[in-house]
């Protein structure tokens, strides 16, 4: 393969299908002539559904089969986009270039591109047909990340008496442990990704973070129309809003664009006018910040021993270390959140030490605080909920002679910091149905 990335020109959708007596999505790409396809393979094949879903997963698989095109798109970030068969509408068109482009500020702002200067979806005026409601059962569609946040969520949808199905996008064994753990019934969607992307990477391509988040959102909502579920129900918190810094023109770029509300309620509308009535879309985590969840999930001690939230347990390739590294920022915010509520010896059984008696962590847990304006790019939460818990820990005598506790609270003298209590409260805006408000 003869590709070079600075010569890179051409991209095209140039199809996608679902075999119903395999259950296999296929999406197939063309970057400079160079045919990729992207493989998703749904449970439970021969799959079958009623013949009215038939236009509903049509269009949701038109949503897959374009947002997942960024992972192949971002390899040369070519200026020329086009479609072989079916292509977007002016209202998708406007829509798929907010994902890309909020989607991929972090890559870009990381290989320095503008991405005021890629290309934009043009699309197509067409008819388009009436979305009805599809007599969906009501059943409960959970994505499990292995995390705190998932855990929260299903423990908050069986209060609510929902019945509730847990889903996994890809292989990772550790999400397979606690979705076991967690006793609901539990789906497996594996994917797989073209490896001629790997060869494009060895070869110089751009690379970096996607808004992963969002691809598999698309594949659930299909498996949800195929597998008779009313709800996709997903745990992100009101702290994915928070930018994780601002670039040189001015503009946020956040990590976590696809978990956050304004991508919620852009999906949420993408669902509502091309797929389904009845399909809801939400966070029941929505009204409430990382620390609140932590608080919550210090009384689920059935799952401390198995759930993990740091990401060396979710590469491609399988899982590359312990359930917690003890050094990156995942791993870092979630002690420090945890903190608060549980005492130095139940978090050492989680994570295997005490990470903030380790005085050379004091930098990595220092970058959460964001003094500088700039978070981590991870999925950790607002830099006031750290500075809140640091100074939290200051106060607690189990707490506040542990060597990193005492070097970062030098840093926030003089900062006005709010009280834990202050940031557990839920509230802010939100697409939780009223039914499920009283457990949210």
Not at 304 to 313: E, G
């Amino acid at each position: 393969m003869h590709w070079r990335r600075r010569d890179s020109a051409r991209f095209r959708f140039v199809g996608r299908e679902l075999d119903c007596s395999t259950g296999v999505i296929r999406l197939s790409y063309e970057l400079d002539e160079i045919a990729l396809t992207e493989r998703f393979e749904l449970p439970g094949a021969p799959l079958n559904w009623p013949e009215r879903r038939n236009q509903a997963i049509e269009n949701a698989l038109d949503l897959l089969h374009w947002s997942a095109g960024v992972s192949y798109w971002k390899a040369g970030c070519p200026g020329e986009l086009s479609f072989a068969d079916r292509a977007p509408d002016p209202w998708q068109a406007d829509w798929l270039d907010c994902l890309w482009r909020e989607g991929l500020a972090e890559f870009a702002w990381c290989n320095q591109l503008d991405v005021a200067t890629w290309p934009r979806f043009e699309g197509r005026e067409q008819p388009r047909a009436q979305v009805s409601a599809l007599d969906l059962p009501r059943r409960a569609l959970l994505p499990m990340g292995g995390g705190k946040d998932s855990l929260v969520a299903l423990e908050r949808l069986r209060a609510a008496d929902e019945e509730i199905t847990t889903a996994q996008v890809g292989n990772a064994r550790l999400i397979t442990e606690v979705a076991a753990r967690a006793g609901a019934p539990h789906l497996v969607v594996r994917r797989r990704v073209d490896p001629l992307l790997g060869d494009l990477n060895r070869l110089g391509a751009f690379n970096g973070h996607v808004p992963i988040t969002a691809i598999n959102s698309a594949v659930l909502v299909i498996l949800a129309l195929v597998g008779d579920f009313n709800r996709v129900v997903f745990a992100n918190e009101r702290s994915a809003d928070e930018q994780t810094l601002v670039d040189e023109q001015g503009r946020a770029v956040n990590h976590q664009f696809s978990k956050s509300l304004v991508f919620e309620r852009r999906f949420d509308a993408w669902i509502k006018r091309y797929v389904a009535a009845d399909l809801e879309v939400f966070s029941i985590l929505r009204r409430d910040r990382e620390l609140a969840i932590c608080r919550e999930f210090a009384g689920l001690e059935q799952y401390h021993d198995v759930f993990s939230s740091c990401n060396r347990n979710f590469h491609l390739d399988g899982r590359s270390s312990a359930r917690w590294c003890g050094g990156c920022p995942k791993c870092h915010f979630v002690f420090l959140a945890l903190a608060p509520f549980l005492s130095p010896q139940r978090l050492e059984r989680i994570f295997g030490r005490d990470l903030l008696a380790d005085s050379g962590q004091s930098d990595g847990f220092g970058r959460l605080l964001a003094l500088d304006g700039v978070k981590p790019f991870e999925c950790v939460g607002e830099a006031v909920e750290a500075r809140s818990a640091l100074a939290a820990l200051g106060r607690q005598p189990l707490w506040r002679d542990h060597a990193v506790v005492r070097a970062l609270l030098l840093r926030l003298e003089g900062l006005d910091v709010p009280a834990i209590d202050e940031l557990c409260r839920p509230g802010g805006d939100h697409l939780i149905p009223d039914d499920l408000l009283a457990h949210a």
